[in-house]
């Protein structure tokens, strides 16, 4: 990201602060009709990613170019004529009605322009992915089989990527973007801003640092609490890393452990409740379940994959004979307990969607009690110049967001018009022939080349599309199918060989990019292993009684155990070659409800056993 400078930096900077400010009102006291809010939406943050990203490398680092400006305009004029004509545009009938020359034209601008966004912000990959699925949009008349499609003229292209009103750019996608992530984002930068950040951090080394391998533990804990507000893989390392790296090396960890640890602590935070990225919000749309409901179903999951995580973790230490933190370098107590209010703003949130609150109203009343409790240490009082970073990085932060939004509107406008959807889930279920297991482990493929070098929330909502089909296909419930998806989209950002979140922590521990991101991949396959269980186990998701909760938990909680010993090779003593086999077929059985019989084609979705060959009957 650019350096600002002079009138250009504070210019930038107060436009994206009246960015924050809008959201914050509209979140506050209503939003406004789609069309307007999805437009004012993109109008405000679009421009943001021209300003603010060169480029090229060789492109001016401290201002933007001229190039950048006109960018910068285009985007807001084709945004800017939405707005103008936005009663128009929503009594008109799509398919029908002729597509203006100029708005040929302007949505041309505007689709070649969040291409570039995504380019400039996200990565090239993102760009390609768009560009790939348009092309698709193209070409599909002259595509054979089950890819073919009629097509349409290019006028009437545009129309779907520019002037619908629920799919395209503006569509739901953008919505959700502007009607909840936004706040989301901004609930973050306030709690960063009033010491909520360090003080998880603080609490984790309290709390995990006495043990046996401490400083990895450390890591564990805290990106696991620092995660539940990030919404970020990459953000989380490099926030809980430049501390956790350092120690773990200090403390015996190879310079790839040490990077490797942190970054699969690092990725489980995005799907840690109760915020979860911006995927659970985009679940919620799209399902139809609540949003308490989806935090409270990925509640087991989460901890079971930092139980995983935090076995791999002792075992190495124990292999290793690491020692525990000298309890000199250990926070006292006393501090914790004094800041302990920090803990507020989570059960608030919590008790406001118990509530029936709406997680835009849930957010805005959270943020002003965050800043109100900043007043309790004059260390994190919420002064102005703390606001203003606050509103600036969390427009910034959104403007990405923004541009992936839009981008996959455009991908999911191909996929579900062209029928390229349920083609592509009709495949997926015929090379499975069937078989539940081997579905899920084609998906789970999918996801992660989908999800390389991608954003999670682009990552899911293009997998999803394709997934949550075909795993419904198979009677798979759809909450399960669609956290099933919502996983493996998140842990692809540990898959090689773009593991942008191992590549993030190697860069911050001095370790080879490539063996690191292999180690994050080694060591996360515990974690790995969750989802397969609660697809199997609905009991994982919160459904069923408490009785079915505690049994599904805590056997498929020592499955995980089990597979993590038999993985790192030592328990309390090095395992020879037998026992480590032992431990991995025990692994199986207690994760697997019907003692693996999943594997050799037999299925249980949703806690019933039920032959995995054919969709299962509505019954």
């Not at 400006?69 to 285009?74: I, K, N, Q, S």
């Not at 990552?459 to 493996?488: E, K, M, P, R, S």
Request: glycine fraction near 10%; charge should be positive.
């Amino acid at each position: 990201m650019r350096k600002l400078s002079g009138a250009v930096k504070w210019a930038v900077v107060l436009y994206a602060c009246a960015a924050s400010l809008f959201h914050l009102y509209t979140a506050g006291y209503g939003s406004l009709e789609p069309r307007l809010m999805r437009g004012i939406h993109l109008l405000l943050l679009l421009p943001l990613t021209f300003l603010l990203y060169p480029a090229t490398r060789r492109s001016p680092q401290d201002r933007p170019s001229s190039l950048d400006y006109l960018a910068a305009g285009t985007a807001g004029a084709a945004c800017g004529y939405v707005l103008w004509h936005a009663e128009r545009l929503n009594f008109r009938f799509q398919g029908v009605d002729e597509v203006l020359p100029v708005e040929v034209v302007l949505g041309s601008l505007l689709v070649g322009l969040i291409i570039e966004a995504c380019r400039r912000s996200l990565s090239r990959w993102m760009a390609a992915t768009i560009v790939v699925f348009l092309g698709y949009l193209a070409a599909s008349p002259y595509m054979p089989g089950v890819l073919h499609f009629k097509g349409y003229a290019f006028p009437r292209m545009v129309e779907i990527m520019y002037l619908a009103g629920d799919e395209g750019i503006f569509g739901f996608l953008t919505g959700i973007s502007a009607n909840i992530l936004f706040i989301y984002i901004l609930f973050a930068g306030v709690m960063m801003k009033a010491g909520v950040g360090d003080f998880l951090i603080d609490f984790a080394v309290w709390a995990a640092g006495w043990a046996r391998g401490g400083a990895a533990k450390i890591a564990v804990l805290a990106s696991a609490l620092y995660g539940t507000v990030s919404g970020s893989t990459v953000a989380n390392v490099y926030a809980t890393g430049s501390f956790t790296i350092p120690l773990m090396k200090r403390r015996g960890f190879t310079p790839k452990q040490a990077a490797a640890i942190e970054a699969i602590a690092g990725t489980g935070g995005q799907i840690m409740p109760p915020i979860m990225g911006a995927g659970a919000f985009i679940m919620a749309e799209v399902t139809g379940v609540p949003y308490f409901q989806i935090i409270k179903a990925a509640a087991i999951p989460a901890i079971l994959y930092y139980i995983g995580v935090f076995s791999m973790v002792h075992f190495i230490a124990l292999r290793s004979g690491m020692p525990a933190t000298p309890r000199a370098e250990l926070p006292s107590w006393r501090p914790m307990l004094r800041r302990a209010y920090y803990f507020a703003p989570f059960l608030l949130i919590l008790f406001y969607l118990a509530q029936g609150y709406s997680p835009t109203k849930a957010a805005f009343f959270v943020i002003v009690v965050t800043c109100v409790l900043s007043f309790l240490d004059r260390k994190t009082w919420m002064t102005w110049d703390k606001v203003r970073d606050a509103l600036f990085e969390s427009a910034v932060s959104a403007a990405l967001i923004a541009a992936a939004l839009a981008g996959s509107g455009m991908i999911v406008a191909t996929l579900t018009r062209t029928g390229a959807a349920l083609a592509f889930g009709g495949m997926i279920v015929g090379a499975a022939r069937g078989s539940l297991i081997l579905a899920m482990i084609l998906i789970f493929l999918v996801v992660s080349v989908l999800g390389t070098g991608i954003p999670t929330t682009a990552a899911y909502v293009i997998a999803v599309t394709i997934g949550a089909a075909a795993l419904g296909n198979l009677g798979v419930a759809v909450l399960a199918a669609h956290l099933f998806v919502f996983y493996y989209a998140v842990l692809s950002d540990l898959t090689p060989p773009d593991a942008i979140t191992a590549f993030a922590a190697a860069n911050l521990a001095g370790s080879e990019m490539m063996s690191t991101g292999i180690e994050a991949f080694k060591l996360g396959i515990a974690g790995f292993l969750v989802p397969f269980a609660f697809v199997y186990q609905s009991a994982l998701l919160l459904q069923g009684s408490w009785l079915s909760v505690g049994k599904a938990f805590t056997l498929t909680a020592f499955g995980v155990i089990c597979l993590a010993a038999a993985l790192i090779g030592f328990v309390w003593r090095p395992l020879n070659r037998v026992q480590r086999l032992l431990l991995l077929v025990a692994a199986v059985l207690l994760v697997f409800p019907t003692g693996g019989l999943e594997l050799l084609g037999l299925g249980v979705a949703g806690g019933t056993f039920a032959w995995a060959r054919g969709p299962r009957s509505a019954s």
